[in-house]
Every structure is written in structure tokens, then in C-alpha cells.
Nanobody, 126 residues
Framework: QVRLVESGGGLAQAGASLSLSCAAS????????AAWFRQAPGKEREFVAA????????LYSEDVRGRFAVSRDNAKYTASLQMNDLRPEDTAVYYC???????????????????WGQGTQVTVSS
């Protein structure tokens, strides 16, 4: 498994932007689908966005579609989440996750991902 470390969280006002980064421990990351999940206090962890290992397939939740953009740089073993037009309901701990996929397509289910970062807090004030 790859080790993943998120960075870039913090405090923002509604309507502002933040960018999250996920750094992987090594070259194996280029074979992993990468996803972002979030968990707000008292709520279950939910899918935010995912990008396939080659970058050709991207998925978003309906809550963030049109506001967030997921990307990856396999030369740097990183994945990123650009968050625009932030809303108070985006407040959560954001997690980067990785899945070494051998078949099928990139998935939204957290159970499909075996590598997880420690999370980074994003707080949006109104």
C-alpha cells in the first residue's frame, strides 16, 4: 500500500477557495485510483471526488460538481482537490484515499479504497 498525506486544509469564508493536496509515498501511486472523501461531525464519511489512475475518468458527488476539481500529477505522485465557492456545509475533515485497481472502473464507495491519509480539516464560515 502507498502512504498518503494530505495538506492544505484550513479556515475559509463562504465563497472562497481552498486547495488540498495529497502526497503519496512512492511511484506505486501511479497505479492507484485516487479519491477524496469527507466527514463532518456526527455524519458518515461521504464521497467527494475521484480520479482514475491514468486521469482519464473523473467522478464527483452532486454536492460538489461544478465547484470542486480533482486532479493528479503522476510525475509528482500527488493528487489535488481544488475547492471553489466554498459553503459552510463543506466543513469537514477531508481524506485522500487510494485504490490499486486491477479491474473495473473507478468507484465511489469508501470500502473500495485501501490506503487512507490522516485527514485535513476544512472549516467554512458563513
Amino acid at each position: 500500500q502507498v502512504r498518503l498525506v494530505e495538506s492544505g486544509g484550513g479556515l475559509a469564508q463562504a465563497g472562497a477557495s481552498l486547495s488540498l493536496s495529497c502526497a503519496a509515498s512512492g511511484r506505486a501511486f501511479i497505479n492507484y485510483d485516487a479519491a477524496w472523501f469527507r466527514q463532518a461531525p456526527g455524519k458518515e464519511r461521504e464521497f467527494v471526488a475521484a480520479v482514475s489512475w491514468g486521469g482519464g475518468t473523473i467522478l464527483y458527488s452532486e454536492d460538489v460538481r461544478g465547484r470542486f476539481a480533482v486532479s493528479r500529477d503522476n510525475a509528482k505522485y500527488t493528487a489535488s482537490l481544488q475547492m471553489n465557492d466554498l459553503r459552510p456545509e463543506d466543513t469537514a475533515v477531508y481524506y485522500c484515499a487510494g485504490h490499486l485497481r486491477t479491474a473495473g472502473t473507478v468507484r465511489r464507495e469508501s470500502t473500495q479504497y485501501e490506503s487512507w491519509g490522516q485527514g485535513t480539516q476544512v472549516t467554512v464560515s458563513s
